[in-house]
């Protein structure tokens, strides 16, 4: 496997990752409108999550996406947060589980790497791979931890699946 065109301030490895229940607010864009939909909804959901995040004494939140139509680039994309037990979630919020497995953990510093990053995923490395390895139906998921805002950094969890 060929790292070559992988920016050097980002890492990548294969690991199992644990089921994860989230909660949070989802919607529908495709890669003309993301940008500007996915500052909106950030800022919408921000202060509901971290509501939630306030509750549960954890700051970590999580930015999950799910392809709709490879054709026209459209997807779902949802800001999210793991909900405590027993917690009363806002009534626009809602529940998903993304599915324990194997995933490619990419660490990188900024969500400015992000749209290069998986373009480089989709594009470069995952057709690299053996013949029967791909992304399948299980959503890719951003983890922004609470000191992501102090310049911590980030991590994306792409699906590997045939693996």
């Not at 660490?107 to 992304?135: C, F, K, M």
Request: proline share 7%; net charge negative; with cysteine.
């Amino acid at each position: 496997m060929s790292l070559a065109t992988l920016p050097s301030n980002i890492s990548l490895r294969i690991v199992p990752r644990p089921a994860v229940k989230l909660a949070g607010i989802r919607i529908r864009t495709d890669m003309q409108a993301a940008s500007e939909d996915l500052i909106k909804i950030w800022s919408e959901a921000l202060p509901r999550v971290h509501e939630i995040i306030c509750r549960q004494s954890k700051g970590t939140t999580y930015g999950v996406s799910w392809v709709v139509d490879a054709e026209t680039c459209s997807f779902e994309y949802c800001v999210a947060v793991k909900p405590g037990r027993g917690s009363v979630l806002p009534e626009e919020f809602e529940e998903t589980i993304i599915p324990a497995g194997l995933y490619a953990e990419c660490t990188l510093p900024s969500r400015e790497a992000l749209h290069r990053l998986y373009d480089y995923l989709y594009y470069e490395w995952l057709p690299a791979q053996e013949e029967n390895v791909g992304i399948g139906d299980t959503p890719c998921y951003e983890v922004y931890p609470d000191s992501y805002l102090q310049g911590g950094h980030m991590k994306l969890y792409i699906p590997i699946v045939g693996a």
